[in-house]
C-alpha cells in the first residue's frame, strides 16, 4: 500500500485493469494478437506493447532508441510518434515474449507501487520531457490501462468492467476535459449551459456552464434552461470521449435536446484522447 491514501485509489484501479489485461491476453493464440483494436491503428500487440512501454517508462528504464517507418499513418502529431517507439519494437515480438514480458513489468510496477512513499506533488517525468506531479501521473496510467482494457474486450468479445475502479478514474479525466469540449472547442455561447446526462453501469448528471467571458466549468447540479441536453449510455459517452467512435456511428445511442448545431459541435469534438 502507498503511504499516501490519495494515490491508493489509482494504484488499485491500476492494479485491477492491469491484472484483467493480463488475463484477457494470456491464453490468446498468436494469430489473435494481430487483431485490429477500436484504437486507430493498433491492433492487440500494439495496445499491449503501449502498455508496457508506458510502465517500464514510469519504472525509469530508458526509452529504445529506434527508427519509426514512414508508412504509419495513423500518427497524428508529435505525441503519437512519442507512443509509437515503444510500441514499433515490439511489432515481430512473439506472443510467449508478450505475455512474458507484461508480467515482468506488471511484477515490477506492483512492488514500486507498494513501495511509494513520494509525496503526491512530487515532480515527475511524463512524456515528451514534460513534468506533471506523481498524483496526475498516477491518475494518468489508471486511466490508460482502463481505457486499454476496454479496447481489448470490445475486440475479444469479452465485455466487462465499465462500472470498475478504473471506470470511475475514467469518469473524472474525462469529464475534467469537458468544460474545454464545449466551451473552447464547440464555441458554446456566453452566459449559456450544456448537460450531459449519462447512465448505466456508472452513471452522473453534469452541467457545463459558460460564464460571460466564454470559460466553462463543470458542476454536479441541474440547470433549469440547458442550451442542449445530451443523454446516452456510459459505454457510449466513453467511447466518444476516448475517439474510438465518431458521433455519426452512434447517433441512435445519443439523444439531443435543444440547439442541434451547438450539439453536433460538441460531439464533433467529444474526443479527448489522441
Given at each position: 500500500?502507498?503511504?499516501?491514501?490519495?494515490?491508493q485509489?489509482?494504484?488499485?484501479?491500476?492494479?485491477?485493469?492491469?491484472?484483467?489485461?493480463?488475463?484477457?491476453?494470456?491464453?490468446?493464440?498468436?494469430?489473435?494478437?494481430?487483431?485490429?483494436?477500436?484504437?486507430?491503428?493498433?491492433?492487440?500487440?500494439?495496445?499491449?506493447?503501449?502498455?508496457?512501454?508506458?510502465?517500464?517508462?514510469?519504472?525509469?528504464?530508458?526509452?529504445?532508441?529506434?527508427?519509426?517507418?514512414?508508412?504509419?499513418?495513423?500518427?497524428?502529431?508529435?505525441?503519437?510518434?512519442?507512443?509509437?517507439?515503444?510500441?514499433?519494437?515490439?511489432?515481430?515480438?512473439?506472443?510467449?515474449?508478450?505475455?512474458?514480458?507484461?508480467?515482468?513489468?506488471?511484477?515490477?510496477?506492483?512492488?514500486?507501487?507498494?513501495?511509494?512513499?513520494?509525496?503526491?506533488?512530487?515532480?515527475?517525468?511524463?512524456?515528451?520531457?514534460?513534468?506533471?506531479?506523481?498524483?496526475?501521473?498516477?491518475?494518468?496510467?489508471?486511466f490508460?490501462?482502463?481505457?486499454?482494457?476496454?479496447?481489448?474486450?470490445?475486440?475479444?468479445?469479452?465485455?466487462?468492467?465499465?462500472?470498475?475502479?478504473?471506470?470511475?478514474?475514467?469518469?473524472?479525466v474525462?469529464?475534467?476535459?469537458?468544460?474545454?469540449?464545449?466551451?473552447k472547442?464547440?464555441?458554446?455561447?456566453?452566459?449559456?449551459?450544456?448537460?450531459?446526462?449519462?447512465?448505466?453501469?456508472?452513471?452522473?448528471?453534469?452541467?457545463?456552464?459558460?460564464?460571460?467571458?466564454?470559460?466553462?466549468?463543470?458542476?454536479?447540479?441541474?440547470?433549469?434552461?440547458?442550451?442542449?441536453t445530451?443523454?446516452?449510455?456510459?459505454?457510449?459517452?466513453?467511447?466518444?470521449?476516448?475517439?474510438?467512435?465518431?458521433?455519426?456511428?452512434?447517433?441512435?445511442?445519443?439523444?439531443v435536446?435543444?440547439d442541434?448545431?451547438?450539439?453536433?459541435?460538441?460531439?464533433?469534438?467529444?474526443?479527448?484522447?489522441?
Amino acid at each position: 500500500m502507498t503511504v499516501h491514501s490519495s494515490l491508493q485509489t489509482y494504484a488499485d484501479a491500476w492494479t485491477h485493469s492491469i491484472e484483467a489485461i493480463s488475463e484477457l491476453v494470456t491464453p490468446l493464440a498468436e494469430s489473435e494478437w494481430n487483431q485490429p483494436t477500436p484504437c486507430p491503428g493498433w491492433s492487440v500487440r500494439d495496445v499491449v506493447s503501449h502498455i508496457i512501454g508506458m510502465e517500464c517508462e514510469t519504472l525509469g528504464d530508458p526509452r529504445p532508441i529506434h527508427t519509426l517507418p514512414r508508412d504509419l499513418f495513423h500518427m497524428q502529431g508529435e505525441l503519437a510518434r512519442y507512443m509509437e517507439v515503444q510500441v514499433d519494437v515490439r511489432r515481430h515480438h512473439t506472443a510467449p515474449e508478450m505475455t512474458a514480458e507484461l508480467e515482468y513489468t506488471i511484477i515490477r510496477r506492483a512492488r514500486q507501487l507498494r513501495n511509494e512513499n513520494r509525496a503526491p506533488d512530487t515532480t515527475v517525468r511524463a512524456p515528451l520531457g514534460a513534468e506533471q506531479t506523481l498524483e496526475l501521473a498516477m491518475q494518468m496510467r489508471a486511466f490508460d490501462v482502463w481505457v486499454h482494457e476496454q479496447d481489448l474486450r470490445t475486440t475479444l468479445g469479452k465485455p466487462g468492467n465499465l462500472d470498475s475502479p478504473g471506470a470511475h478514474v475514467a469518469r473524472d479525466v474525462l469529464l475534467g476535459g469537458l468544460p474545454r469540449v464545449v466551451a473552447k472547442e464547440a464555441g458554446a455561447p456566453p452566459n449559456s449551459a450544456v448537460v450531459v446526462d449519462v447512465q448505466g453501469p456508472v452513471e452522473f448528471l453534469r452541467t457545463v456552464r459558460v460564464d460571460e467571458n466564454g470559460h466553462g466549468t463543470i458542476d454536479g447540479s441541474p440547470s433549469l434552461g440547458p442550451l442542449v441536453t445530451l443523454a446516452t449510455d456510459w459505454e457510449t459517452y466513453m467511447r466518444l470521449a476516448c475517439g474510438r467512435v465518431r458521433a455519426s456511428a452512434v447517433e441512435d445511442k445519443v439523444k439531443v435536446e435543444g440547439d442541434g448545431a451547438l450539439a453536433a459541435a460538441i460531439l464533433e469534438r467529444f474526443a479527448l484522447t489522441p
